[in-house]
């Protein structure tokens, strides 16, 4: 039986830890943990990653559904998430991948590495290139680089923008795509879309996420648009995610990539339960590594 790991550092009070902590204990055998039950000990030769004084190595798989808390430090953190995956263990979703994801520019480059349809972007420092990014992208959404829930996200004109960026000392520029048919969410697991709801903002207002009020019904998405939802997952490196496109006559665009996406709005629309896809995605990649192992050791 697998012994899985599930990161928490709010395990009563958040919905979606719950999930998955639920069914990781019916894949295995779960344990919830917090992110200051990791520490990293090097002695005699041997650099290892403990959790809770064992051995991280006791355990087959470790779930990150919310990896940073309030106490401890987060960077202390990250960096022991990222030596235990160094090490060999199985973390879903990884920490790199999830720190591109936060990271709205490194998720821009790499949607735009891989040749994905999405909006211009500008990231700009000074004036100069304020007023050249204006110049570019025409109508402009203004949004944090580091950010989710549509907190900080707003159309801007140029002296709003000039604001903001002596508030901020850098701004994240995304061309406004307008004429969209649908807005979806897309849930990928894997290497498929397992649910897509599409949202509506409320009067008033532009950004569609549901924190900020938004309406939402259940649709399937087409072939084209959840491969590129799919595509736009692996390009960030995540095991599962959350995508926004936005689906016009001309094809999807790809606004974000959720490394931490809220499910449990899918799940009150459509029925459908993430928790356990993400717990069987995360389970296949031990099974494939012990598989491989024993390849080698044929």
């Not at 972007?121 to 680089?145: I, S």
């Not at 897509?196 to 939402?216: E, I, L, M």
């Amino acid at each position: 039986m697998d012994r899985i790991g599930v990161i928490s550092a709010y395990p009563h009070d958040d919905w979606h830890a719950r999930r998955i902590v639920e069914a990781a204990a019916r894949a295995g055998e779960a344990d919830v943990l917090a992110p200051c039950d990791f520490s990293a000990e090097l002695a005699g030769g041997r650099a290892r990653i403990r959790v809770r004084g064992r051995d991280a190595a006791e355990w087959d798989l470790f779930l990150t559904p919310r990896a940073i808390g309030d106490d401890g430090d987060a960077d202390v953190q990250l960096e022991l998430y990222r030596l235990l995956a160094r090490a060999g263990a199985v973390v879903c979703n990884d920490v790199d991948a999830l720190l591109v994801a936060i990271d709205k520019l490194r998720t821009s480059w790499e949607l735009a590495q891989a040749k994905l349809p999405t909006p211009d972007v500008r990231v700009v420092q000074t004036p100069g290139e304020l007023a050249a990014a204006f110049a570019a992208l025409g109508q402009v959404v203004a949004k944090p680089v580091y950010g989710s829930l549509g907190i900080g996200v707003e159309r801007v004109d140029q002296a709003r923008a000039a604001a903001l960026l002596a508030e901020r000392g850098a701004l994240y520029l995304q061309k406004f795509v307008g004429g969209a048919r649908l807005d979806v969410r897309a849930f990928v697991v894997g290497d498929r879309v397992e649910a897509a709801v599409a949202r509506q903002a409320r009067d008033g207002d532009f950004r569609t996420n549901a924190h900020q009020g938004a309406h939402a019904r259940a649709v399937t998405l087409d072939g084209d648009a959840a491969a590129i939802a799919v595509a736009a997952t692996r390009a960030v490196g995540l095991d599962y995610s959350g995508v926004d496109l936005l689906v016009r006559d001309d094809g999807p665009t790809v606004l974000e990539v959720n490394g931490t996406p809220s499910f449990r709005g899918i799940y009150e629309i459509t029925g459908r339960d993430m928790a356990p896809l993400i717990v069987a995605q995360a389970t296949k990649r031990i099974h494939r590594r012990r598989q491989n192992e024993w390849r080698k050791a044929e």
